[in-house]
């Protein structure tokens, strides 16, 4: 009995790996959807309007951005976005505005989700991050300089 299933099992794995490496098997609709225009965008304003459809965000007190003044490494620069005290976040979008492309990434928030987001961003060299959260409708953003000693982006 256990041989049958052993030799079954083996049998069904071994096809399903030949199948998607034949291309038989694609994961189409599991693959995320992503914003080619935003983050092919060479400026921070061509990487909003991608984005939100505008690029008239005004600076905001209530955006908590947290970055390091002195980056050791650009590489793992930590950045985190706190919009908690902002009602309605429907998304954030995290920019350097030097990178070769600036928009780093971009979340978008259910129905009473907080707009929190922490994580990790590439730096080639000293430049602005700037957050941008949406909220109600309007584009809000927060920056701040962070000076790379090593940069990220082979330099």
């Known amino acids: 009995m256990k041989r049958r299933s052993f030799l079954k099992n083996t049998l069904a794995t071994g096809a399903a790996a030949v199948a998607v490496n034949a291309g038989l098997l694609t994961p189409t609709t599991v693959l995320a959807d ?7 965008a060479k400026t921070t304003d061509e990487a ?7 690029s008239n965000a005004a600076d905001s ?42 928009l780093v990434c971009e979340y978008t928030f259910g129905a009473g989700a907080v707009g929190y987001v922490s994580t990790r961003i590439k730096m080639g060299q000293t430049m602005n991050v700037i957050a941008v959260v949406k909220a109600g409708g309007k584009l809000l953003k927060a920056q701040q300089e962070v000076k790379v000693t090593i940069g990220g982006c082979g330099g």
């Open 48 to 54: 909003l309007n991608g984005v939100f459809g505008a």
């Open 61 to 102: 007190g209530d955006i908590k951005l947290k970055a390091p003044a002195i980056a050791e490494n650009g590489a793992v620069t930590p950045v985190t976005v706190d919009a908690s005290g902002i009602d309605g976040v429907e998304s954030i979008a995290i920019m350097a505005s030097k990178n070769p492309m600036p």
């Open 34 to 40: 992503w914003n080619k225009k935003a983050f092919n």
